[in-house]
């Protein structure tokens, strides 16, 4: 690269971006297109504006695409399925030699994006949920609401020192579970919630709640 195409570069990458990216897309001589986090996104364009530039081709292997002015920019279509590999500037007037620069893509986390969306949906489900629970002297009271249309039933599994006491089935048109004859401690709970095939479609982590001792007396309480 010469002066002069380094001078008209460095002139053109400030009015040149691909939309869904935020970040610069000039690094020393290549283009560099990154990817939005969200691989669902395609309608990808390189806006350049520029009033030095005639027109630009993209290369991949042999075949040359030129792309023309629209108004004061040139837009390029962008396809990160199917990849250019250099864009070729021709520059207004001959001021400067035509340019090619290679063009680098950098694509998003796919594994990153489906935990994301996998995350979202399991915490629109427990918000659905609405899981609640009060507690009383030796019972514990578990409130919820179905988290998606294919609801069918509940269980919820009770825990004390890291073991399993029972699970409880609820009926499909109930949706709170009375727990009672428990001794005063920390407890913890799994609230399940199944589609009509009997498959879990909601799993909370474990939630904890206490029975503490009554204190009559003004002594602090004592948590056994």
Same mark, same amino acid.
């Given at each position: 690269?010469?002066?002069?195409?380094?001078?008209?570069?460095?002139?053109?990458?400030?009015?040149?971006?691909?939309?869904?990216?935020?970040?610069?897309?000039?690094?020393?001589?290549?283009?560099?297109?990154?990817?939005?986090?969200?691989?669902?996104?395609?309608?990808?364009?390189?806006?350049?504006?520029?009033?030095?530039?005639?027109?630009?081709?993209?290369?991949?292997?042999?075949?040359?695409?030129?792309?023309?002015?629209?108004?004061?920019?040139?837009?390029?279509?962008?396809?990160?399925?199917?990849?250019?590999?250099?864009?070729?500037?021709?520059?207004?007037?001959?001021?400067?030699?035509?340019?090619?620069?290679?063009?680098?893509?950098?694509?998003?986390?796919?594994?990153?994006?489906?935990?994301?969306?996998?995350?979202?949906?399991?915490?629109?489900?427990?918000?659905?949920? +609405?899981?609640?629970?009060?507690?009383?002297?030796?019972?514990?009271?578990?409130? $919820?609401?179905?988290?998606?249309?294919?609801?069918?039933?509940?269980?919820?599994?009770?825990?004390?020192?890291?073991?399993?006491?029972?699970?409880?089935?609820?009926?499909? +048109?109930?949706?709170?579970?009375?727990?009672?004859?428990?001794?005063?401690?920390?407890?913890? $709970?799994?609230?399940?919630?199944?589609?009509?095939?009997?498959?879990?479609?909601?799993?909370?982590?474990?939630?904890?709640?206490?029975?503490?001792?009554?204190?009559?007396?003004?002594?602090?309480?004592?948590?056994?």
């Amino acid at each position: 690269m010469n002066k002069y195409q380094k001078y008209l570069l460095e002139n053109m990458s400030q009015n040149c971006y691909l939309n869904h990216c935020d970040e610069r897309i000039w690094s020393e001589e290549k283009l560099i297109l990154k990817q939005n986090e969200d691989i669902t996104i395609n309608d990808y364009v390189l806006r350049i504006s520029n009033a030095n530039v005639e027109r630009i081709y993209t290369l991949t292997g042999d075949v040359q695409t030129p792309f023309e002015k629209n108004g004061n920019s040139i837009h390029i279509p962008i396809d990160f399925e199917h990849k250019i590999d250099s864009i070729k500037i021709v520059f207004k007037n001959n001021l400067a030699d035509d340019l090619t620069l290679p063009v680098e893509y950098v694509e998003a986390d796919k594994e990153a994006y489906y935990a994301k969306q996998e995350k979202k949906r399991k915490d629109d489900l427990l918000t659905a949920a +609405d899981i609640k629970c009060s507690t009383g002297t030796d019972l514990v009271n578990i409130y $919820f609401q179905p988290c998606c249309i294919d609801y069918s039933r509940t269980e919820i599994f009770l825990y004390h020192d890291g073991q399993m006491l029972a699970k409880y089935k609820v009926d499909e +048109d109930v949706f709170f579970k009375s727990i009672s004859g428990l001794a005063f401690g920390k407890y913890e $709970f799994v609230l399940k919630q199944y589609n009509d095939k009997g498959k879990v479609i909601m799993e909370t982590n474990k939630i904890a709640f206490l029975l503490n001792r009554p204190n009559y007396g003004g002594k602090p309480t004592v948590v056994i």
